[in-house]
């Protein structure tokens, strides 16, 4: 049972910052890389960053130098903490882990970026 549940979003002004919880359970959550996408309204879903299980980091060009992804295997969490935040930063915000060969999601929580 593979769960993936966020939290941390809300309404933020331009310039501001926000930080992003994902907490995992159903699966070995130290053995494989997780990812934060996010989706704006009628746009495509885009990877916006990445962490390996050794912890190397991975960002979108969009974000990179703003948001820092990090995770705590003994919490089974992963984080995005968001900086310098933009309009174009509102989106959903989503948590992702690959497991073989299927994707899996949480609902999403909100960024508002707006002042």
């Known amino acids: 049972q593979v769960q993936l549940v966020e939290s941390g979003g809300g309404l933020v002004q331009p310039g501001g910052s926000l930080g992003l919880s994902c907490a995992a359970s159903g699966y070995i959550f130290s053995r494989y890389a997780m990812n934060w996408f996010r989706q704006a309204l009628g746009k495509e879903r885009e990877l916006v960053a990445t962490?390996?299980?050794?912890?190397?980091?991975n960002y979108a060009d969009s974000v990179k130098g703003r948001f820092t992804i990090s995770r705590d295997n003994a919490k089974s969490s992963v984080y995005l903490q968001m900086s310098s935040l933009k309009p174009e930063d509102t989106a959903v915000y989503y948590c992702?882990?690959?497991?073989?060969?299927?994707?899996?999601w949480g609902k999403g929580t909100l960024v508002t970026v707006s002042p």
């Open positions: 992702n882990v690959r497991l073989g060969a299927r994707n899996y």
């Open positions: 962490i390996t299980i050794i912890g190397s980091t």
